[in-house]
């Protein structure tokens, strides 16, 4: 029957199951069957006994809770909690039967413990608990209690009755301190006055007596020694000592001014006469037509001056403490305020915690066991409380006695010593003082006036002594220099004008000799020295070939052979000219008084770096080795025409801007039509359109603009830019040089931008590419302007669609994107192509592609 | 079905459309009115939501305004097709077009067409009637198309005509 129930409950639920299942999702069916199968094992858990209920299943609930619960669980919690009493025993069988009859058969549960049995459990754990409890209290309070109330007083009483014998020990100290400084500052303050009033005293006497007398012994000797001094001179001999004395000045001066004067007059008249006399003979010629020997050298020097000239020609400029207040006022511990002596709440440690009665019905014996384990806490812990606090108290009291007779017996010399050091020092500072300051107050100034008396009687005759001397010497020196002089002065100029013409007719004839002497000594002079420039344009311009011509006077009253004379040329400013010829000897004999123009001497040039600046250069003649006459000339290096650029350089990008270099002719020849100006820069950043172009005539200090037209090929908005510019004659030579290097912007209206960097790789290959560009204007501020692409590029390339393409116009600011589909038509091509931007019709912008 | 749906489709695309020129609110009232040209023998009529143009030679052009679109100029429909120009919002580009789209081209995924253009550019800010009307004109402009991408050109060879409107009424 059983059987049966159980199989039509089953079929029944897995019934429900199926058609649930149609309509329902797979995990709330899974859930559906969990619960329902838990249901029936449940219903048929009578084989089991009594398993216990579900707890989390809400179907299930426990219907009564457990009847009395304990109040104090156990300390020990028993391992097997008890299990749930049946619920709701049926007490009367049903009258009529269930039309589904329970599965399980009614249970009846085990008589448990009843409530006088519980209760008598209970009553027995406590009773036989407390005792147990009172009997471990009594065990350790009193143990525990006499050693912590011992120690908390030992280290109260020490710690008190130390600080009072420090304090007592330091004042003890202070007072003795007090008593030592006070004799002993007294004592000394007075010997340290007498010293210092003595040593000072005796210092400044000294000194004042001095000064006194110094000062009383000037005064009075100045008069008297004057007068002294006065009378002296009045009575010697100045007056004769001046006048022999001016005899001598008068000769002397005399003398030395004719040297000065007529001596240089003689030498200048006679050189004078010597140049102004016409020579008998006058040569020219010049030194390249003169020696053969000189050609060869020549053709080494101007080897040498290409070689030197390869180099800088292209460079130039490149260059609680906390705590609770449960104590007495003293700090020592409280017994009375509520509180227990410290520690007395103590835990017990269940030392005799056993209980024995031993019950068959677990409850009963839980509950026997639990109300043991309270009672013996509370037993232990009440009975603790009060016989330690009655313990601790007392031997706090024992301990706190010891503590203090302990620290009674310690060593207090320490704190002896200090207070008798403050004290000594309190006392000594101060009676020091006053000992020091009455004493040498009443000392000092006795000491000083005696010594100053002293000084002074000592000084004064000695120093009067000596201020007489002074003053005496000084107005002797004072009279006898006047009476000197007044006796010198007439005596001097009186023999000055007696002796100076003598002097001078002799000296001037001694000059004119030693001229005379000079031109025979330094027969040949350079009487004139100029550059000659192998262009003749009044502009020494760099590597142009200059040489000098000299001309040579021979005062010599003969021929001077001509191998035994030199002419050098010297360049005082070496780093800015290459001599390739410095020196020359006469080809032939310098004729007897003869004046000689030497022309085309030396060979030499300047460097481009010496443009602007002036070089000097120093020629010197010499006969037989020696130096005859030198004389120093001055070159200003130029280009013929001064290059500098006009205006500050704006360039843009793909459009052609004009870069213009004025021109200025600086020499005092027309410039001729035929100059070329070349233009060179950093070609990776900009093209220039025609780089050469040829300058119109220029006139002697006029000028001229020549305009480059130049693109830049680059999106930077600024490029520092090299620009090196050279003007060069009809022949090649060069006349003009710019080497500069600027910061220069490169500005356009509008920009554009390749938006495929793989663009001129893929113009290399056959088939079809967009060319994605951004178009933005950048600062055209015009309105209702239409724009005009155009597109150039090689055959092998088709443009597709329309070229040129019209494009809405753009606002500033506003960028727009297109493309430009073109069919390559071969493979492995290159060239250029090339975009160019109108805006309605003007040219603002071009981009190139090289591929 | 496939008719239904279609219906809806161009609904939707009407409701669009119709929105896109509201945004531009068509023809700014402050430039509604009739214009002349002395100098060119021109005249000018615009309202909200058409234009008329006419020459003393007897040119007449008379379109509706509308929000531009690519499709609208891809099937090459004459018409004032407006623009918010993107830089300011107080700005509309007009390019009003009369196609000639028999001569279309296509080529490299482009497609052009050679059209007369008439372009201006007016201001929803302006409140009052404005007096002057300056107006480009071209026959020789072309309709750039890019329908991949539907990016799309309107643009005209250097030296355009130029109107100076004034306003009759």
């Known amino acids: 029957m059983l059987l049966r129930s159980v199989s039509v409950l089953l079929s029944k639920t897995l019934s429900f199951v199926l058609a649930l299942s149609m309509a329902l999702p797979l995990p709330i069916l899974a859930s559906l069957m969990a619960q329902s199968q838990s249901a029936v094992a449940q219903d048929n858990g009578g084989g089991g006994g009594r398993g216990p209920r579900d707890p989390n299943n809400p179907r299930n609930p426990p219907t009564n809770p457990p009847r009395n619960p304990p109040t104090n669980p156990p300390t020990n919690p028993p391992t097997n909690p008890p299990t749930n009493p049946p619920t709701n025993p049926p007490t009367n069988p049903p009258v009529n039967p269930p039309v589904n009859p329970p599965t399980n058969p009614p249970v009846t549960p085990p008589a448990g413990p009843t409530d006088e049995e519980r209760r008598a459990a209970s009553d027995r754990g406590r009773n036989d608990g407390t005792p147990q409890g009172v009997r471990e209290a009594t065990d350790r309070a009193g143990i525990e209690a006499d050693r912590r109330g011992e120690n908390d007083g030992h280290a109260n009483g020490f710690q008190e009755c130390e600080r009072e014998e420090r304090q007592n020990a330091y004042d003890r100290g202070l007072a003795e301190g007090a008593r030592r400084g006070t004799r002993v500052g007294e004592e000394r303050g007075a010997n340290e006055a007498d010293r210092d009033a003595n040593a000072n005293g005796e210092r400044d006497g000294n000194t004042q007596g001095q000064n006194s007398a110094d000062r009383d012994a000037r005064n009075n000797s100045a008069g008297p020694g004057r007068d002294r001094g006065l009378s002296e001179a009045d009575a010697s001999d100045a007056a004769a000592r001046g006048r022999e004395q001016g005899i001598v000045d008068g000769d002397r001066d005399a003398l030395a001014e004719a040297i000065r004067v ?66 007495r006022p003293d700090g020592r511990p409280g017994n009375g305020h509520g509180g227990n002596a410290p520690g007395a709440d103590a835990n017990p440690d269940n030392r005799y915690n056993h209980p024995g009665k031993v019950y068959d019905n677990q409850e009963l014996q839980n509950l026997y066991a639990s109300n043991y384990s309270t009672a013996y806490g509370n037993a232990f812990r009440s009975n603790y409380r009060e016989i330690y606090s009655a313990r601790y108290f007392r031997a706090y009291d024992v301990g706190e006695r010891r503590g203090c007779e302990q620290a009674r017996r310690q060593d207090y010399r320490r704190d002896r010593d200090r207070g008798e050091q403050e004290g000594f020092d309190r006392a000594y500072n101060r009676s020091y003082r006053v000992a020091y300051d009455n004493l040498y107050s009443r000392l000092y100034p006795e000491i000083r006036d005696r010594f100053a008396q002293d000084t002074y009687d000592r000084v004064y005759q000695g120093l009067y002594d000596s201020y007489f001397e002074s003053a005496r010497s000084a107005a002797y020196q004072e009279r006898y220099s006047s009476l000197y002089e007044s006796a010198r002065r007439p005596a001097r100029d009186s023999t000055y004008a007696t002796k100076y013409p003598v002097y001078a007719r002799q000296q001037y004839q001694i000059g004119r000799d030693l001229e005379a002497a000079e031109f025979t000594a330094r027969p040949l002079r350079v009487t004139q020295a100029e550059i000659i420039e192998s262009r003749p344009n009044g502009v020494t311009e760099p590597e142009e070939v200059l040489r000098a011509r000299v001309q040579i006077r021979n005062f010599a009253n003969r021929a001077l052979p001509g191998d035994q004379v030199v002419v050098k040329l010297e360049a005082l400013d070496g780093s800015n000219v290459v001599i390739t010829e410095r020196e020359h000897r006469m080809p032939r004999a310098i004729k007897v008084d003869s004046l000689n123009d030497v022309d085309q001497l030396f060979e030499f040039r300047l460097l481009p ?36 650029l006009n205006g500050t350089p704006q360039l843009s990008e793909g459009m052609p801007m004009p870069i213009t270099v004025g021109s200025t002719n600086q020499s005092r020849v027309t410039l001729v039509n035929g100059a070329r100006m070349n233009f060179k820069t950093d070609d990776s950043l900009v093209e220039v359109v025609q780089a050469s172009q040829v300058l119109p005539e220029l006139s002697a200090g006029s000028n001229a603009l020549t305009v480059f037209q130049a693109i830049a090929r680059t999106r930077d908005p600024s490029i520092r830019l090299p620009m090196v510019f050279d003007l060069r004659a009809g022949d090649g030579w060069l006349i003009g040089a710019l080497d500069t290097t600027r910061q220069v912007p490169v500005v356009n209206d509008y920009r554009l931008e390749l938006r495929d960097a793989r663009v001129n790789q893929l113009l290399k290959t056959a088939g079809l590419v967009r060319i994605p560009y951004r178009l933005k204007n950048a600062s055209s501020r015009l309105l209702f302007k239409g724009l005009q692409l155009k597109i150039t590029a090689p055959d092998a390339l088709l443009v597709l669609g329309p070229n040129p393409q019209y494009l809405i116009p753009l606002q500033s600011g506003e960028a727009l994107d297109f493309s430009i589909p073109i069919m390559v038509q071969s493979s492995g091509g290159s060239g250029v192509v090339e975009l160019s931007v109108f805006e309605d019709g003007r040219l603002v912008v071009v981009h190139q592609i090289q591929y | 079905m496939k008719a239904m749906k279609m219906f809806k489709i161009s609904n939707l695309l009407l409701v669009a459309c119709l929105a896109l020129l ?17 100098a060119l ?10 234009g008329t143009f006419s020459e003393a030679t007897g040119v007449l052009v008379k379109t509706p305004a509308m929000a531009l679109a690519f499709e609208a100029l891809q099937k090459g429909k004459p018409g004032i097709y407006l623009r918010k120009n993107p830089m300011r919002e107080d700005l509309i580009d007009i390019y009003w077009i009369q196609p ?70």
């Open chain 1, 609 to 644: 770096r010496s443009v602007g600046s002036v070089t000097r250069y120093k020629i010197t003649v010499l006969f037989e080795g020696r130096d005859m006459d030198s004389e120093q000339i001055n070159t200003t290096t130029q280009y013929q025409v001064n290059l500098a």
């Open chain 2, 41 to 50: 023998g021109a005249n000018l009529k615009l309202s909200g939501s058409e």
């Open chain 1, 262 to 327: 007529d001596r240089a007059r003689g030498r200048v008249d006679y050189n004078t006469e010597r140049f102004a006399a016409d020579p008998r003979n006058r040569e020219r010629f010049s030194v390249r037509q003169l020696s053969a020997m000189l050609m060869n050298f020549q053709k080494v020097s101007k080897d040498q001056m290409r070689m030197a000239s390869d180099g800088p020609r292209d460079g130039g400029a490149r260059g609680g403490n906390g705590g609770g207040n449960n104590g």
């Open chain 2, 22 to 38: 509201s945004a531009c609110g068509g023809i700014p009232s402050a430039y509604q009115g009739e214009f002349r040209d002395d």
């Open chain 2, 100 to 169: 000639r789209f028999t001569e279309k081209q296509e080529a490299g995924g482009l497609l052009w067409y050679p059209t007369d253009v008439y372009y201006t550019l007016v201001s929803t800010a302006q409140e009052d009637k404005v007096n002057e009307l300056r107006m480009i004109y071209s026959r020789n402009a072309l309709v750039t198309l890019e329908p991949s991408t539907k990016s799309w050109q309107v643009g005209w060879a250097a030296n355009p005509t130029e109107f100076k409107f004034r306003r009759t009424k």
